[in-house]
């Protein structure tokens, strides 16, 4: 789907020469299924055609190995009510209703979700009553997630079903506590040992302040477990679900303290420090953060002069990520060439200055400007390292850069063990991924210098 502008500061970004290649995003139904799949007994219902099932392929078996949208079995996480144009000139909302009923009944079904595509859209339904009147009779969560595929990307989908769980979920009889804190807005891509340990990571640094961590939304739980937000004195907004974490706050009447991602050493020291201060818990930081860099400091001292000073990276990926890979290359004495976001520009707001006048910043190219934007900077600018999710692997040079496949989609690097990214535990794991890659590099261009 092709959706929104091109901004871009430096190479221009029109589309001159008639540029009518799709854009390199994935869409909001997309989103909408991540969510899904990080919440392990929901299942959504897409009211729209039965191809919207095979969208469940850009998250299982490519990026999360351990999915469970679809099974073998035949139960599959995500429905659709096989929508067909013959079918629009009538009243949807009988048949929505009894689907809706059905997948409610089911004994595996902790909650339902339903949302819909454009064409469905038209048909005028009453998608919150219907949500309303099924999770009534039946006695479990039903929560409507408005379809916005004509105006979002995968990112707008994973929030609205964030927004729609805050404004809309059961939190009656919650006791907020100051000591108690909820994260809202993490994005849980997928169930591997990325995310798994990240979430316990928080989770560890959280308890080091001598908080209370009673829900992390959203972390791989099951649907009933989201509750737990009630109880939070403190709902601490995270880039991937800001408008959630207002709504919550707002109904519960928690404390919001909004942080960035804590994604790489710099971004970290800055998340606790800002937890130190706005939650009285100063001296618990100071030692927490004492303790963190006495362990992660000493192993850097070979691989930033060796390996790292003077060397330009490069990125591709979400907005969110890109700020922290610029605070981990000048940690190391390196520097951000180039960013190339591949979100529309309304996610992107003030990353530009935030990444500084050295940065090169595309934001949501079409295909063949991204493909021509890589290969000028690889080649111009010696760039050494690409860290780049699948969308901007097999666009460069044969073995130019040395890459790093990171962030949303992943179709070719998993983690079945633990591996974090985030938080103290996760700084050392991914500079070490990008100083194997660029040392790879540098024999895979010899070898092909001296071969041929």
Not at 377 to 390: A, F, G, I, K
Request: hydrophobic letters at 40%.
């Amino acid at each position: 789907m092709i959706l929104g502008s091109t901004a871009s500061r430096g190479l221009g970004a029109t589309t001159a020469g008639g540029d009518f290649t799709q854009r390199v995003t994935n869409t909001f139904m997309v989103g909408v299924y991540l969510a899904t799949n990080a919440l392990r007994d929901a299942i959504t219902l897409v009211e729209g055609p039965d191809c919207t099932h095979m969208k469940t392929q850009f998250v299982q078996g490519n990026h999360d190995w351990l999915s469970t949208l679809t099974s073998v079995s035949g139960h599959h996480r995500i429905a659709n009510t096989a929508l067909h144009p013959v079918h629009m000139t009538k009243s949807r909302e009988s048949a929505v209703r009894v689907t809706l009923s059905r997948i409610a009944e089911h004994p595996a079904t902790g909650g339902v979700l339903l949302t819909s595509m454009p064409m469905a859209n038209i048909t005028g339904a009453d998608y919150d009553r219907l949500c309303r009147e099924v999770a009534v009779e039946k006695g479990i969560e039903v929560i409507h997630v408005p379809g916005k595929s004509l105006s979002g990307d995968w990112m707008d989908g994973y929030a609205e079903v964030l927004t729609s769980l805050a404004r809309h979920l059961d939190l009656s009889g919650g006791t907020p506590d100051p000591r108690k804190v909820a994260i809202v807005g993490y994005l849980f891509d997928r169930n591997e040992g990325d995310h798994r340990a990240n979430v316990r990571e928080l989770r560890r640094i959280l308890k080091a302040l001598d908080l209370d961590p009673v829900s992390i939304w959203l972390e791989g739980q099951d649907f009933a477990e989201l509750a737990a937000v009630r109880d939070a004195g403190v709902i601490l907004s995270f880039p991937y679900g800001r408008k959630a974490a207002r709504s919550l706050a707002g109904r519960t009447g928690a404390r919001l303290v909004e942080c960035d991602l804590p994604f790489g050493l710099t971004a970290t020291e800055a998340f606790v420090r800002l937890l130190g201060r706005e939650l009285g818990r100063e001296s618990q930081a100071a030692a927490l953060l004492d303790r963190e860099l006495a362990d992660i400091v000493p192993p850097l001292e070979f691989v930033i002069p060796w390996i790292f000073q003077n060397r330009r990276l490069g990125y591709v990926g979400d907005p969110v990520l890109a700020r922290g890979l610029a605070q981990t290359a000048e940690l190391l004495g390196a520097s951000l060439d180039f960013a190339v976001i591949s979100n529309p520009k309304h996610h992107v707001r003030d990353l530009a200055a935030l990444l500084g006048p050295g940065t090169e910043l595309l934001v949501y190219p079409r295909m063949k400007q991204m493909i021509d934007f890589l290969r000028t900077r690889v080649v111009e600018r010696r760039v050494s390292l690409l860290v780049s999710t699948s969308s901007g692997l097999g666009m460069l040079p044969p073995g130019e850069p040395a890459t790093v496949e990171f962030g949303f989609p992943s179709f070719h690097n998993h983690a079945l063990g633990d591996r974090p990214f985030l938080g103290f535990r996760g700084v050392l794991p991914f500079i070490d991924s990008m100083a194997n890659a660029m040392r790879l590099g540098e024999v895979s261009h010899w070898a092909t210098r001296y071969w041929g």
